[in-house]
């Protein structure tokens, strides 16, 4: 499988207004999503989950690093409404009334980037007619307007409009976080057979573990900026390494009591100011494991091999007795009963590691 999407040494820094120091939103990170895989970003707030997926559409200029799509590095001036990308990379937003056009009829915002991309009227309509039908819509939907559909519906047409062009990626940003569980298990189905029907590479941003776990193949944990942990979603789940990342899993609310007790790192203490982040490991002061080698110099990238990338001083020692603890069932069993509405009304069983 080729690479879609090769993101090496980006970093983005926002100014602050009549200050030198700057925001250090996004620290040195690299990744790459291939054809028809999906990459999820996960991570407490601010870790610079958005700031990534903004940087890779061109909405923002990266301060350094290299992007290159479909093999071609873009262009600093080029973004995702450049001529060379329009209709090849997507956005899903979190929101789905609010990135939709309250004035709009259902059938025009599906069309839109057919009509920036000057598609006759009548191959528009026909086009429209099909995506409809592939996400779910029936006809009538596409005379009504955004505030006459249910979130799930709304979302469904964020969708639509993503995927009309036949995109090579999709940046999808919370996508299912304003629904509700029966909607979210929908849309989750949706975007997985989406997925398989035309092979679009997914940047899938989320808090949800469950989701991410259900829907991704592989994944990168972002903490302050940078992604401490990467690997297959089977061993992000099954076999974390980074004191972090089993802090991120342990926060979750497992069904077994027992279970989340055995495996909890608590991650206790501050988080450091993007503004002034510190000098060694950026996790030293939560870090249960931390020793002064861990303030005072920050982890190289260990490969563990399969593409496991982790970045921290003591993955070999720090987390020894986690490794026979599976997240992954916990987290397969939850997100079996969270579909389970939604495989009833679409009639599909997907998941992507089946
Ligand atoms: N335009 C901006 N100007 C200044 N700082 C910004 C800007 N956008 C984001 N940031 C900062 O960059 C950091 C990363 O923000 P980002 O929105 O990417 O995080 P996130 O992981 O998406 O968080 P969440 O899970 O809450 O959506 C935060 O400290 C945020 O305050
Ligand atoms: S490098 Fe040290 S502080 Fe950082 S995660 Fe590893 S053990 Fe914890
Ligand atoms: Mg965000």
């Keep these: 499988m080729s690479s879609v999407l090769d993101v090496s040494g980006l970093v983005k820094h926002f100014p602050i ?13 690299s990744f790459h999503v291939k054809k028809g895989e999906t990459l999820s970003l996960v991570g407490e707030s601010g ?4 700031t990534v997926g903004r940087c890779v559409l061109g909405l923002i200029q990266q301060t350094a690093g290299v992007i290159d799509f479909q093999g071609e590095t873009i262009g600093k001036r080029r973004n995702v409404r450049s001529r060379d990308l329009r209709g090849k990379m ?3 937003f979190q929101e ?7 004035r709009v009829r259902v059938a025009d915002t599906i069309g839109e980037p057919l009509r920036s991309r000057g598609v006759s009227r009548e191959n528009r309509r026909r086009r429209i007619a099909e995506i409809a039908k592939r996400v779910g819509l029936s006809d009538a939907t596409l005379d009504q ?8 519906q709304q979302q469904r047409v964020g969708i639509a409009r993503a995927i009309v062009t036949d995109p090579e990626l999709i940046v999808l940003d919370e996508p299912t976080s304003a629904l509700d569980p029966t909607a979210r298990a929908e849309i989750i189905d949706l975007l997985i057979r989406l997925q398989k029907e035309f092979d679009t590479a997914y940047l899938f941003i989320s808090h949800d573990l469950s989701t991410v776990r259900y829907l991704s193949h592989r994944v990168a944990v972002m ?3 940078m992604i401490v942990e990467q690997g297959t979603a089977n061993e992000i789940f099954s076999n974390p390494r980074h004191p972090y990342s089993v802090g991120l899993l342990s926060s979750v609310l497992l069904p077994n009591p027992k279970l989340k007790r055995e495996v909890s790192v608590d991650l206790t203490g501050e988080i450091p100011s993007p ?8 996790l030293a002061g939560r870090c249960p494991f931390a020793t002064d080698q861990c303030h005072k110099e920050m982890p190289p990238i260990e490969d563990l091999g399969n593409g496991h990338l982790v970045q921290c001083h003591h993955f070999r020692e720090a987390l020894k007795g986690h490794e026979a603890l599976d997240y992954f069932d916990e987290f397969q069993a939850q997100t079996e ?5 939604g495989r009833r009304s679409t009639g599909t069983v997907a998941g992507q590691t089946k």
């Design 96 to 102: 789905p009334a609010e990135s939709l056009d309250p």
């Design 145 to 152: 307007f955004p505030a006459e559909l249910s979130a799930g």
């Design 223 to 225: 903490y302050l900026g």
């Design 90 to 92: 997507a956005l899903v």
């Design 17 to 29: 207004a009549g200050q030198r120091a700057v925001v250090q939103a996004v620290n040195d990170i």
């Design 337 to 341: 009963q969270l579909l389970e509405a």
């Design 47 to 50: 870790s610079g989950k958005t």
């Design 275 to 282: 503004i002034d982040l510190p000098k060694g490991c950026y």
